[in-house]
């Protein structure tokens, strides 16, 4: 019997963490391989301190929809504040293909940001 593996899936936010305006426009994207359109993607974003979603600047839950990009629209993250963002890549016909990276991403303080 001859059984094929699949190969594993490897994926890395590009940039790393970063300190950024928000009054710009981010968009965040992966590096990897073995990315393809049969899996299934997802972003996240939880606040590092206490583990919980993520809210924007009007208090509303930030979602991120994208596949190996994502498009954070500018002025809608907290001045000074810190965002965990989140990457996965599944196989959902085989779970142990899975792969997941984040970063931290630091808005500059009201004080700091660039016009």
């Not at 590009?14 to 968009?27: A, E, M």
């Not at 990897?32 to 809210?55: A, F, I």
């Not at 994502?70 to 792969?99: C, E, M």
Request: proline share 4%; with cysteine.
């Amino acid at each position: 019997m001859i059984t094929l593996v699949k190969p594993p899936i490897i994926a890395r936010i590009i940039g790393g963490d970063q300190t950024i305006d928000s009054n710009k426009p981010l968009i965040l994207s992966v590096r990897g391989e073995n990315l393809s359109r049969d899996l299934s993607y997802s972003w996240s974003c939880k606040d590092p301190t206490t583990g919980l979603q993520c809210v924007d600047l009007y208090g509303n839950y930030l979602f991120l929809q994208g596949t190996e990009s994502v498009l954070i629209r500018a002025n809608i993250l907290a001045l000074g504040a810190k965002y965990r963002i989140l990457f996965t890549a599944a196989d959902q016909l085989d779970v142990s293909r899975i792969a997941t990276d984040y970063v931290i991403i630091s808005t500059l303080p009201k004080n700091r940001v660039l016009i």
